[in-house]
């Protein structure tokens, strides 16, 4: 009999496949594992929620277009993207939720947006198609396949394009068991710096932080080979 002790000695990580896992955490509901290849830490898969308790916890998401709070938020992306686009650049929306309030600001703001939500927007067609830019803000805590979402989104992206990112980074092991944002029981995997300059290594991309939450990549031009470039650091 396999115990879940097993289980969770033997989990890869879901974003690098890797083997070398560690126990990092423990409440009353889930584990918290760390990788030891990429430092991504995410709950073991047998804990997450259905499909259907997940869609039921989105449901409750009150993020409308007339909050205020929620665009300054989403400002966080728009601007540090904004000041890198050309004039009629092409963007998805990857996880767009029930109100996509984020692509209707870049519409407003002349820009041409197709959106994507697992659960309220479920077009795979969008993945068919090139974009100058991507974004995924608040979405890739709630992966359970980060590593073919992240590629599939990277795939649609032309070269010179930029994908930006928004969650929370994942805090230190000694105040991991205070943090509020493992409590969100849709949240599976928490990225930190680490974790993105690991993908901006796989992808041959330059990495920005643009904010202490917000992170954008930018896909090389097919001419150019040269090594990851850390475009900004930001103090911790």
């Not at 989104?153 to 930029?162: D, I």
């Amino acid at each position: 009999m396999v115990t879940m002790e097993q289980n969770i000695e033997n989990a890869s990580c879901p974003l690098c496949h890797a083997a070398k896992t560690r126990e990092f955490s423990k409440d009353a509901r889930r584990d918290y594992l760390a990788c030891e290849v990429c430092s991504l830490v995410f709950v073991p898969a047998w804990q997450f929620l259905s499909a259907e308790e997940e869609k039921r916890r989105y449901d409750q998401h009150r993020n409308s277009p007339e909050n205020s709070g929620y665009r300054r938020f989403l400002s966080r992306m728009l601007i540090p993207l904004q000041e890198r686009l050309t004039p009629g650049s092409r963007g998805l929306d990857f996880g767009s939720g029930p109100e996509p309030v984020l692509s209707g600001m870049f519409e407003a703001a002349g820009y041409s947006m197709a959106i994507f939500d697992y659960f309220y927007a479920h077009d795979p067609a969008v993945f068919e198609k090139q974009y100058d830019f991507i974004t995924a803000t608040e979405v890739v805590e709630h992966l359970h396949d980060p590593k073919g979402e992240l590629d599939r989104l990277w795939a649609c992206l032309k070269h010179g394009g930029r994908l930006g990112i928004m969650t929370k980074l994942a805090v230190e092991q000694n105040v991991f068991p205070q943090w509020y944002y493992k409590n969100d029981l849709t949240h599976v995997c928490f990225f930190s710096r680490p974790t993105f300059a690991w993908l901006a290594g796989q992808w041959n991309a330059d990495l920005m932080f643009s904010d202490r939450d917000a992170v954008l990549f930018r896909k090389k031009t097919s001419s150019s080979s040269s090594p990851l470039v850390l475009e900004k650091e930001l103090p911790e």
